[in-house]
């Protein structure tokens, strides 16, 4: 390459004239540069929108607690907000804002659980919040407190900027403010169908017996059917659990709502209240003598179970590690005729990794509670 | 032809996984044995702590056996490979050799499989209820 000539920069000269039509021309190349929702967005802006410029604190600040010239319609910045005030969109007014738990609450929640040994369930009652929510906000605090054991940054401000935007259920020693619902029962999938199931007239048909129909599980043996000259169970006493199907299609039978609702203690305390009116301390007795009832049978059941798993395990100590060593059992029903099936312990045989294929799905689908 | 007890690898690579199996002598590996009795994981694992156990245990190395159908095959002849000997040593079903971890085992030795199981079991609870009264002691000493 022949050598090339230098430049030199002083030669070089720009011109510097500003083209003023460029810069108050619109970067939008659309015909009509105002369209008349833009000029009501700016009107909005400048007028009642200048009231969301700054919001009120301790409110939700939704469009619905406004009126069209952008006045509070709630008297005084001071008084609570109501149902009205809390439908974020004005045209769907079905929708309204709930209310998330306080930072006090949630740090009450935890203190009960971990510092007071209280159980989830007693927790669920005196804070009127979900036995599911109540553990979640355990596990949730155990995670932010080893985070900042850790030193690791939390996300403070964003928390702090949500909680001043959504209403919140505020924590007071006082009086209980209840947050959600706390009995509720999901409706199961098993009973969206709809079925005709031709019985005799005399036989007492129960929620027992409705549940295992649903179930496609078999009638209960006649000793416990009423109309075979048994001895029932009432529903709130049936709370044993039962499977139906084998293998892969094996599921639970489908229990009385009375089994299967979150507190059953708090119906048996309407009750003690409907037929022990004012006698409060028998009322009082009898809750908690069911609520530590539950409780050590509850723990009872635990170490039954950790003492079974027990059992069976052989533990070896040899200083560094420890062997554990799990009797268990291998069939033919575990692995099945080709010995492919995955019950029994053990790689299988003849049967691929399918780990890498395309569509495996390796995280968790669904939380069961 | 020898029937053995002895270890089968077929996991993938750098994560060892055994399967323990019956198998012919003269046979392959990893191929399909007679039958499989049971798995070891020599990778320690962690215990998790559980809200009723908050204390972790020391590491532990994870067997499945299906101690039944072991002494069966022990019973008519099958002759365990080292590795083998190793895991039925520390379950008193095959002699120790000394040196090994089944023989330095605190709780390995012929007796463990029958009645003394469930003394073992309190033995074991009777240790945990003590760590934690040592431990409840110790916050307080440290409240103090």
Known sequence: ?369 | MVVKLRLARLSKRHQPFYNIVVAKDRSARDSKPMEVLGTFNPVPQTPLASQFQPTQDKKFKDIQLDITRTKYWLGVGAQPSEGVQGILGMLGLWEAKPGTMAARGSVGGAARMGGEKEAQIEGWEREREREREQEKEMERDAVV
């Open chain 1, 1 to 369: 390459m022949p050598p090339r000539a230098a430049v030199n920069i002083h030669n070089l000269s720009f011109k510097t004239s500003i083209c003023t039509s460029c810069l108050r021309r619109d970067f939008s190349s659309t015909p009509a540069p105002q369209t008349r929702l833009r000029r009501q967005m700016f009107a909005w802006l400048q007028g009642p929108g200048e009231s969301f410029r700054h919001p009120l604190p301790n409110s939700t600040n939704y469009l619905s607690a406004y009126n069209r010239q952008g006045k509070l319609l709630r008297e005084g910045e001071d008084t609570p907000e109501s149902t009205e005030d809390l439908r974020p969109f004005p045209l769907n007014k079905t929708f309204v804002s709930e209310a998330i738990l306080s930072e006090d609450l949630r740090q009450e929640i935890w203190r009960r659980v971990q510092v007071e040994k209280k159980s989830v369930r007693t927790v669920s009652v005196e804070l009127g919040v979900e036995m599911r929510r109540v553990g979640a906000v355990v596990r949730l605090v155990e995670v932010e407190n080893q985070m900042r054991e850790e030193r690791k940054q939390l996300a403070l401000p964003y928390a702090r900027a949500i909680h001043e935007m959504l209403p919140t259920t505020p924590y007071s020693q006082s009086k209980v403010v209840r947050h959600e619902s706390i009995n509720d029962l999901p409706v199961h999938p098993l009973t969206d169908q709809q079925l005709f199931y031709p019985t005799s007239e005399s036989r007492a048909f129960n929620r027992t017996d409705a549940g295992r129909v649903f179930s496609a599980a078999t009638r209960l043996p006649d000793e416990q059917d009423v109309a075979q000259g048994g001895a029932a169970k009432q529903p709130w006493q049936d709370i044993q659990p039962e499977k139906v199907g084998k293998g892969k299609n094996e599921m639970d039978i489908l229990k009385p709502a009375d089994a299967r609702i979150p507190h059953p203690h708090l119906i048996a305390f309407a009750k003690d209240q409907q037929e022990l009116r004012g006698n409060d301390d028998e009322i009082k007795n009898r809750y908690t003598q069911r609520l530590e009832d539950d409780a050590t049978s509850r723990a009872e059941a635990r170490e039954r179970k950790f003492a079974a798993d027990e059992k069976r395990k052989t533990r070896v100590d040899t200083g560094r590690w420890q062997f554990v060593v799990t009797d268990v059992k291998v069939s033919r029903q575990g692995t099945g005729i080709t010995g492919r099936g995955a019950a029994s312990p053990g790689m299988r045989y003849g049967v691929p990794h399918e780990d890498r294929k395309k569509g495996q799905v390796k995280i968790p689908t669904r939380v069961e509670v």
